[in-house]
Structures are given as C-alpha cells and as structure tokens.
C-alpha cells in the first residue's frame, strides 16, 4: 500500500498534476509513510524530468509543470518531517532570485527546477529583489549558494552591489555566488568577483554541484 | 524624401473578415474585463477622467470599448518622420514599406563567431555602413549595438543616439526608453531638427511600468509619434495559440495608443509587433521561426481595420549564430512574408543571431534583401509598353530574338532588380575572380564603405556643442540618482 502510494506520489509530478501531489502526499502521511522518503520520491521525479529535459525527450513546459506539482506537495511532508523532528538531507541550500529592476523570471524558474533535481534544497525568492532582500535570506537561511539572475544589461549591475553588501557584512566567504542570465558573460561574472557562471540552466545546476564539492 | 517601397498589389491575408472581427472582439473584452496593468497614477487619472474604470490599489485600468475604438480610429493612418536631411524624411503607413536595422547587443567575430561587445568606434563604423545602405529607410532602437564598451549602462541609449545622428542622416523610427532616457533623447531630437516614434514598450502580460508611461507624456508633450507595443513570448509571457496571442496583443498596445489620444487626439501612433514563440528547448525567443511570419501577416491584417501604421519588429532575423545558410532563409522568409502581409516599417539590417549580435558585413547582405523584396512588391506594371504586342510582332519567330532592341534596352534595368553584392557570374568568371562567395563581396564592400562614405549633411560646430552639452546633461542626471 505504502509502496503504491509513493508511486501515485511519483506519477503525479511525471504527469504535471499538482492536485494530484497533493493529495498523494496528504496520504502518504496519513498512511504514516516516511515523509523523508515522500521527498525523495518527488526528487527522483523531478530527476526523471530533468533527464528527460536533458536529453532532448522534454521540454520546459513538461519542466515547470512537474516542478510546481513538487512545490504543491513539498511543504505538506515538510510539515510531517518537522513534526517528527526529522531532518532532510540536502546536497545544500541555494538561495535564487532575479536582481532589483528585472522581472524575467523563466530562466531563474529553471535553473531552480535543476537544483532542485540535483539535490538542493531551493528558496527562489522571485523576481525585482533588492540587494537588501537578498541579504535577508542570506542572514536568515545561511545557504551554501546565493545565485542571481540578470536579462538586461542595465540590471546586471546590480549583482556586484549585492556581492559588495555580502562582503561588507562579512557573509561573502561563508558562501558561493552564482550568477547568470542573457546579459552575463564569463568576464562579467570574473569581474564582479562571483565563483561561477554557466550560460545554461542545466549547466548552471551541475555548476551549483561542483561549487558545493559535490 | 526617401521613398522605399510601395506595395502595388493587395497584401496578403491569411484571416477571414469574421475572424478579424473575433480577434478583436475578444482583444476588447480583455480590456473591458481583464484590463492592464498601468503603474503610473497622472495615467490612472487621466484614464478614468476619460470613463475607465481604475482600480487604484492593483493599478488596473479597464477600458469600455467605446473608448478603445473612438480612440484607434483617431490615429492617423500614415505620418512623416523627419530626419536630419529632409531627403532622407520618411512617411510610414497605406502601402509604403519602409527598412530598419535589427539592433544587436553584441558584434560577432567573423572569423570564430564569437561575440563581444563592440568598441566605440565599431558602433560608429555600423552606423557609417547603415546609412550608406541604399535601401534602409530609418534607423531604430538601439542601432546598431544596445551600447559599446566603456559606456555606462544608463547613458547607452542616449550615448548611441548622439552617434546615430553624428553619423547618419537617416530618418529615425523610434528609440526606447528606459529610466528617462527618453528626456535627452527628445533633446537631442530637437536640437537637431528630427522627430522620431517614442517607444512605449510593455512588460507582458499587460503591463505598463511608471518609466515607459513618464515617456509617452513626455513624447506626447513634444508633439512627437508614439511607438506602441514590446510584445511577448508565446508560451511565456503569452499564450501558446496564435489566435491567444493576437488578442493579447491587440489588448496590450492599444491601452497606451489610448492615453496617447484622450491625451492629444490625433498623436501619430504605430503598433508594432515583436511577437516570438518560446524555444521550449532554452527558454530563448524562436528566431527567425515561420510561425513568427505568420503572426506578422495576421497582426498587420488586424490593424488594418483601424488603418494603423505597422511594424514587423521580430522578423530579419535568425537563431544561427554565424551569417549562413540559416540565417540568410531565416531572414528573407520571415522578411519576405512580412513585406507580403502589409507591414510598413520591416526590420532587417545587421541582425544575426536575435538581438544578441549585429554585424555590418550582415547589413550589407540584408541590403540586398530589402532592394530584392521591395523589387516583389512593386509588382507587374501593365500597358501598352509593357505588354510589347507591337514588339513582339516585329521580332515575330526564330531567327528574331529581343536582345538588341530599344525596348529591351529601356526596359530590362526598370523590370528587373540588380543585385550588386552577390555572386552573379559564370562559373569561369567566379573561378577567375578568386571563388568569391556573397560574404565575401560583402566584407569588400563595408570596406568600401569605410573607407569612402561620407554623409549627405555632417553636423555644424554648433550642433556638435550642443549634442556634446546634452550629453553632460544627461550624465549629470543619472549621476544624481546613483546610477552611474
């Protein structure tokens, strides 16, 4: 029973459908399944997708349709983790946003997505975040990566304020910062003193890996 | 004044009267029910004073279709652009067709491919060779580079401006706005005697931000045309179906067009149509995909209900990232089918891979493009001359033939368009002549270019001064709001 409904759990996600995540995560833990093994059942589907996504089979609305159905059941088995004092294993914390004055949010999305599938644990802030925010999130969730995402070549500045701020209050070497988007170049990323860059998401995400040593 | 093309024959449509009417149709009802995003509060006021409906809170405008149609059908149905040199002003709308520069973020090394942000004197170099290109009407946005390097982002827009005008005496379409650019951009317009289409570009899904809006009062103010429209990705920012996307479309852009005519009826407006479908592989706009093309056509039959002015911004160019095979049908497809739909103003020039790189030596090639396309849309002309009935009676059967009469000589040059940078020889002649590919006669003759082309009308000591004084103006500004 346990069994079927983890693969009901796992089909629910490779079919997009996030009332059905849901639900099958509600009675995974009314049927006192693992929650931590809930988890990785969505992080293997996630995986599935990304392959897929990698090898051509895919395509990014398969992509983001699976990782909302994740997202919808996620925090359900959160919350059965906590309750049981469980912890989850994580390959790291990637604290994800777009920088102040831009509000292109796909490419972050999928870059999120394919750190998620590769193990990570993932708070995507969004978009239009200011320097201040991001630091916010830093202070307060302690991540191993910081990554953000530029499309215009107006905002990308804003990536250096941002590392600036890290190093002024002596949170820069406690981490790893990321950066990418249209308006990114590899002497951008040097420059501004990031750790890494890839101009791809499923590049992006393997980086992240690499960057935790991984 | 520079009269490009004229589209002699009807343009194509590809929609029936009854689903011209139903895209509108559901476009109105998005304004009405849906309405957009405005986040600028003088608009919010002038727009309910004029019977929106204005939600204050979520700053959402919803507009009654009364208003929308009173409105679209007060927009001029053709206007002048005046450039620096009055023979180079331009008038956009009815059949004319006129070409633009694809701007591009990046120069692309012709020998690797890679791309790398221009120098300045590359920026100028593409603006000498743009505007020695017979066939290209105006100049656009951010043409030919988004910048060069060493110039601070915010200054850009303006600082590429001042070069465009420096530098060419081409008519100019439109310049963008961002964080106030538009307010130097007016100046140096002035001081030098040109107008152009303010961009008021949307952030889709039917959104306005504060900075486009500021431009459009700002551009109405100065009396000057008003650009409408940005676009969006279908399967993004926009849904997926064609018909979907036309009806956001239409929605989105006619909202400013709106302001622009309760605000001064009459203001010279165009809409233009930057509409892509997504890569569903990168998340990348699909350049130089046929499904572009046939968004174009639709959208350009659309506004002609309204007899609007129009613009096919997402064609010319390609996803290749070098000037190939690709690019070239890429391009002359989506270019060709735009000029066959009824767009006024066809982008072209210089673009090669998305608005990521522009290359001259492209420009030269797209030349070619824009005369043999604009030669298409001329059409047949028949009477008497044309027909040769006498002629052909006169040469009558072999061993007549048509070759030394006076009737081919007067017309052969007029029917047929003359490629001047291709390879049209025999197959002796091109071994003889080294083997030399288009690019090849292409790279030649930017050379030319460079190192012979002068404008019809440089700028006096007098205007140089007061270029340079805007210029400290405006460096002055954004200094003050921290942003250089």
Same mark, same amino acid.
């Given at each position: 029973?346990?069994?079927e &409904?983890?693969?009901?759990?796992?089909?629910?996600?490779?079919?997009?459908?996030?009332?059905?995540?849901?639900?099958?995560?509600?009675?995974?833990?009314e049927?006192s &399944?693992?929650p931590?093994?809930?988890?990785?059942?969505l992080? +293997?589907?996630?995986r !599935?997708?990304?392959?897929? #996504?990698g090898?051509?089979?895919?395509f990014?609305?398969?992509?983001v349709g699976?990782?909302d159905?994740?997202k919808?059941?996620t925090?359900?088995? !959160?919350?059965? &983790?906590?309750?049981?004092?469980?912890?989850?294993?994580?390959?790291?914390?990637?604290?994800?946003?777009?920088v102040?004055?831009?509000?292109?949010d796909i490419?972050?999305?999928?870059?999120?997505?394919?750190?998620?599938a590769?193990g #990570?644990?993932?708070l995507?802030?969004?978009?239009?975040?200011?320097a201040?925010? #991001?630091?916010a999130?830093v202070?307060e969730?302690?991540? +191993?990566?910081l990554?953000?995402?530029? %499309?215009?070549?107006?905002?990308a500045p !804003?990536?250096?304020?941002? &590392?600036d701020?890290?190093?002024? +209050?002596? %949170?820069?070497?406690?981490?790893?910062?990321?950066?990418g988007?249209g308006a990114?170049?590899?002497? #951008?990323?040097?420059?501004?003193?990031?750790?890494?860059?890839?101009?791809?998401a499923?590049?992006?995400?393997?980086?992240?890996?690499?960057?935790?040593g991984? | 004044?520079h009269?490009g093309?004229?589209r002699?024959?009807?343009?194509?449509?590809?929609?029936?009267?009854? @689903?011209?009417?139903?895209i509108?149709s559901r476009?109105?009802?998005?304004l009405w029910?849906?309405?957009?995003?405005?986040?600028?509060?003088?608009?919010?006021?002038?727009l309910e004073?004029n019977?929106?409906?204005?939600?204050?809170?979520?700053?959402?405008v919803? *507009?009654p279709q009364g208003?929308?149609?009173?409105?679209?059908?007060?927009?001029?149905s053709?206007?002048?652009?005046?450039a620096?040199d009055?023979a180079n002003?331009?008038i956009?709308g009815?059949?004319?067709?006129? *070409?633009?520069p694809f701007?591009g973020?990046?120069?692309v090394?012709l020998?690797t491919?890679e791309?790398r =942000?221009?120098?300045?004197?590359e920026?100028i170099?593409?603006?000498?060779?743009l505007d020695a290109?017979?066939h290209?009407?105006?100049?656009?946005?951010?043409?030919?580079?988004?910048g060069y @390097?060493?110039?601070?982002?915010?200054?850009?827009?303006?600082?590429?401006?001042?070069?465009?005008?420096?530098h060419?005496?081409?008519a100019?379409f439109?310049?963008?706005?961002?964080?106030?650019?538009?307010? *130097?951009?007016l100046q140096? /317009?002035?001081?030098l005697?040109?107008?152009?289409?303010g961009?008021?570009a949307?952030?889709?899904?039917?959104?306005?931000?504060?900075d486009q809006?500021?431009?459009?009062?700002?551009?109405?103010?100065?009396g000057?045309p $008003?650009?409408?429209?940005?676009?969006?990705?279908?399967?993004?920012?926009?849904? /997926?179906t064609?018909?979907g996307?036309?009806?956001?479309d239409?929605?989105?852009?006619?909202?400013?067009v709106?302001?622009?005519?309760?605000?001064?009826?009459g203001?010279?407006?165009?809409?233009?149509?930057?509409g892509? /479908?997504?890569?569903?592989?990168?998340g990348s706009?699909d350049?130089g995909?046929?499904g572009t093309?046939?968004?174009?056509?639709?959208?350009?039959?659309?506004c002609r209900k309204?007899n609007? $002015?129009v613009?096919a911004?997402?064609?010319?160019?390609s996803?290749?990232k070098?000037i190939?095979?690709?690019?070239?049908?890429?391009?002359?497809?989506?270019?060709?089918?735009a000029?066959?739909g009824?767009?006024?103003?066809?982008?072209?020039?210089?673009?090669?891979?998305g608005?990521?790189?522009?290359?001259?030596v492209?420009?030269v090639?797209?030349d070619?493009?824009?005369?043999?396309?604009?030669?298409f849309l @001329?059409g047949?002309d028949?009477?008497?001359?044309?027909?040769? $009935?006498?002629l052909?009676e006169q040469?009558?059967?072999? =061993?007549?033939?048509?070759?030394?009469?006076?009737?081919?000589?007067?017309?052969?040059?007029k029917?047929?368009?003359? @490629?001047? *940078?291709?390879?049209r020889l025999t197959?002796?002649?091109?071994t003889?002549?080294?083997k030399?590919? /288009?690019l090849?006669y292409?790279?030649?003759?930017?050379?030319?270019?460079?190192?012979?082309?002068k404008?019809?009308?440089?700028l006096?000591?007098?205007e140089?001064?007061e270029?340079?004084r805007?210029?400290?103006?405006?460096?002055?500004?954004?200094?003050?709001?921290?942003?250089?």
């Amino acid at each position: 029973m346990g069994e079927e &409904i983890l693969q009901k759990l796992k089909q629910s996600v490779l079919a997009y459908d996030q009332t059905a995540a849901v639900d099958w995560a509600r009675k995974a833990v009314e049927a006192s &399944i693992d929650p931590l093994r809930a988890l990785d059942v969505l992080t +293997e589907a996630i995986r !599935e997708i990304g392959e897929g #996504f990698g090898k051509g089979d895919l395509f990014l609305p398969d992509m983001v349709g699976a990782a909302d159905a994740m997202k919808a059941a996620t925090p359900i088995l !959160e919350a059965a &983790i906590e309750r049981s004092g469980g912890k989850r294993e994580t390959v790291g914390t990637v604290v994800l946003g777009t920088v102040y004055g831009d509000i292109h949010d796909i490419g972050k999305a999928m870059v999120a997505t394919l750190m998620t599938a590769q193990g #990570f644990k993932v708070l995507d802030l969004g978009v239009n975040i200011t320097a201040e925010q #991001f630091l916010a999130a830093v202070r307060e969730t302690r991540p +191993e990566i910081l990554a953000m995402s530029s %499309l215009l070549t107006t905002t990308a500045p !804003e990536m250096k304020k941002v &590392i600036d701020k890290l190093k002024s +209050e002596g %949170l820069r070497e406690k981490l790893k910062v990321m950066v990418g988007g249209g308006a990114i170049t590899e002497s #951008f990323a040097a420059g501004i003193g990031a750790d890494g860059y890839d101009p791809t998401a499923v590049g992006g995400a393997v980086l992240a890996r690499h960057l935790v040593g991984k | 004044m520079h009269k490009g093309f004229t589209r002699k024959f009807k343009p194509l449509e590809i929609l029936t009267q009854e @689903q011209v009417e139903t895209i509108w149709s559901r476009a109105l009802d998005v304004l009405w029910v849906t309405g957009v995003r405005i986040e600028h509060r003088k608009a919010l006021e002038v727009l309910e004073r004029n019977g929106c409906c204005v939600d204050y809170d979520q700053m959402r405008v919803r *507009f009654p279709q009364g208003l929308v149609e009173e409105s679209l059908r007060k927009v001029p149905s053709s206007f002048r652009l005046k450039a620096r040199d009055p023979a180079n002003d331009v008038i956009l709308g009815g059949s004319t067709v006129h *070409f633009t520069p694809f701007p591009g973020m990046n120069t692309v090394d012709l020998d690797t491919w890679e791309p790398r =942000p221009p120098t300045k004197q590359e920026f100028i170099d593409g603006v000498r060779v743009l505007d020695a290109c017979e066939h290209l009407g105006c100049f656009g946005s951010y043409t030919p580079y988004f910048g060069y @390097q060493g110039v601070p982002p915010a200054m850009a827009i303006t600082e590429g401006f001042a070069l465009q005008l420096t530098h060419s005496t081409k008519a100019q379409f439109m310049e963008g706005t961002a964080a106030g650019s538009d307010i *130097f951009n007016l100046q140096l /317009a002035k001081a030098l005697g040109v107008e152009y289409c303010g961009v008021v570009a949307c952030s889709a899904p039917l959104t306005y931000y504060e900075d486009q809006i500021d431009g459009l009062f700002r551009y109405v103010e100065a009396g000057f045309p $008003v650009a409408c429209g940005g676009g969006h990705v279908m399967g993004a920012s926009g849904p /997926a179906t064609f018909a979907g996307s036309l009806v956001l479309d239409l929605a989105t852009d006619a909202a400013p067009v709106v302001l622009c005519q309760v605000l001064r009826p009459g203001t010279r407006t165009g809409m233009g149509d930057i509409g892509f /479908a997504m890569n569903m592989r990168t998340g990348s706009p699909d350049f130089g995909g046929i499904g572009t093309s046939l968004h174009q056509i639709a959208r350009a039959q659309l506004c002609r209900k309204f007899n609007l $002015v129009v613009g096919a911004l997402a064609c010319g160019i390609s996803s290749s990232k070098r000037i190939d095979f690709q690019c070239g049908y890429e391009k002359a497809l989506s270019v060709m089918t735009a000029a066959l739909g009824g767009a006024n103003l066809i982008w072209l020039h210089g673009g090669i891979y998305g608005e990521l790189t522009h290359h001259p030596v492209q420009a030269v090639l797209d030349d070619e493009i824009a005369g043999m396309v604009g030669r298409f849309l @001329q059409g047949i002309d028949v009477n008497d001359d044309t027909l040769a $009935v006498e002629l052909i009676e006169q040469v009558g059967p072999i =061993p007549g033939n048509y070759l030394a009469t006076a009737h081919t000589r007067e017309w052969w040059k007029k029917e047929q368009y003359l @490629q001047k *940078f291709t390879d049209r020889l025999t197959l002796p002649e091109w071994t003889a002549a080294g083997k030399k590919s /288009a690019l090849d006669y292409a790279k030649e003759r930017v050379e030319q270019i460079l190192a012979t082309h002068k404008i019809s009308k440089p700028l006096t000591p007098s205007e140089e001064e007061e270029v340079q004084r805007i210029l400290r103006e405006g460096y002055d500004y954004y200094r003050s709001r921290g942003l250089l």
